[in-house]
């Protein structure tokens, strides 16, 4: 069975950083990209960040291009966020998510989400 | 950017109404969409990928057709638990995108 849970949110002032991880099972991590999607509240869906399966290629919303970092480790099965120089907006649940297939960039499996609040 | 815009923003029917949600892009995405159901406090769930393939374990009473610009997704009769928003994603191109939802509520 397919997991990820999410882990590193919390509170933390406008300027600040954060470390998000997703822990994996149920599937051969490295075959798969892997995803952070965030969504704030009472808010849509926003897509925030892709790694490749070898971590190689990386890529990133213009909303956070150049504060957050993605990246994987592939012994650990572990998928992270780093968000450094922290907004207000963005406040949100993030979650990772799984996609089909190489390419499918669709989601089948999400974690439950972990809160980031942004607030002095 | 592609932008997808859902419509309406609310839908409100009783349980057995067949329910008709639309998703428009911005330019052509081909058949590279997908759409997912929120209920409150969760996360998404997909139901339905490449314009019309429904994913694993999704009832048959979910559909979705279209393609270029746009898509529908069909409930053919509301269930009590199909109430909640419904997101429709393109994955056509960098970046990946959502539409803004549409909230099926119970009238």
């Known amino acids: 069975e397919v997991q990820l849970l999410e882990s590193g949110g919390g509170l933390v002032q406008p300027g600040e950083s954060l470390r998000l991880s997703c822990a994996a099972s149920?599937?051969?991590?490295?075959?798969?990209?892997l995803y952070w999607v965030r969504q704030a509240p009472g808010k849509g869906l926003e897509w925030v960040s892709a790694?490749?399966?070898?971590?190689?290629?990386?890529y990133y919303a213009d909303s956070v291009k150049g504060r957050f970092t993605i990246s994987r480790d592939n012994s650990k099965n572990t998928l992270y966020l780093q968000m450094n120089s922290l907004r207000a907006e963005d406040t949100a649940v993030y979650y990772c998510?799984?996609?089909?297939?190489?390419?499918?960039?669709?989601?089948?499996?999400w974690g439950q989400g972990t809160l980031v609040t942004v607030s002095s | 950017e592609i932008v997808l815009t859902q419509s309406p923003d609310t839908l409100s029917l009783s349980p057995g109404d067949r329910a008709t949600l639309s998703c428009r892009a911005s330019?052509?995405?081909?058949?590279?969409l997908a759409w997912y159901q929120q209920k409150p406090g969760q996360a998404p769930r997909l139901l339905i990928y490449?314009?019309?393939n429904r994913a694993t374990g999704m009832p048959a009473r979910f559909s979705g057709s279209g393609s270029g610009t746009d898509f529908t997704l069909t409930i053919s009769s509301l269930e009590p638990e199909d109430f909640a928003v419904y997101y429709c994603?393109?994955?056509?191109?960098?970046?990946?995108?959502f539409g803004g939802g549409t909230k099926v509520e119970i009238k």
């Open positions: 998510a799984k996609p089909l297939g190489s390419g499918r960039n669709f989601f089948d499996y």
């Open positions: 149920g599937f051969t991590f490295s075959s798969y990209g």
């Open positions: 790694i490749s399966g070898s971590g190689s290629n990386t």
């Open positions: 330019q052509s995405v081909s058949t590279y």
């Open positions: 490449d314009a019309s």
């Open positions: 994603q393109h994955r056509s191109n960098w970046p990946l995108t």
